[in-house]
């Protein structure tokens, strides 16, 4: 799907979400990256294959009660 060079990673290695943001809403809290996955504000991703990869945050950061 990348037509930039050098290629963005494709959306089954592991740096997947360096790849550029085509398409984003900020309201409904995605982004759709050049090699089709489509990456969520919680940091949850769906490849476009239909994988789902879970939300990824960090664990020692503090949430607000």
Do not use: Q, Y
Request: proline share 12%.
């Amino acid at each position: 799907m990348c037509r930039h060079d050098p290629p963005c990673p494709a959306a089954t290695a592991p740096d997947r979400e360096a790849a550029k943001v085509t398409t984003r809403d900020g309201v409904l809290g995605w982004a759709l990256l050049c090699n089709g996955t489509l990456v969520f504000d919680d940091t949850g991703s769906l490849l476009p294959d239909g994988r789902i990869i879970a939300p990824h945050r960090p664990s020692n950061v503090a949430v607000p009660a």
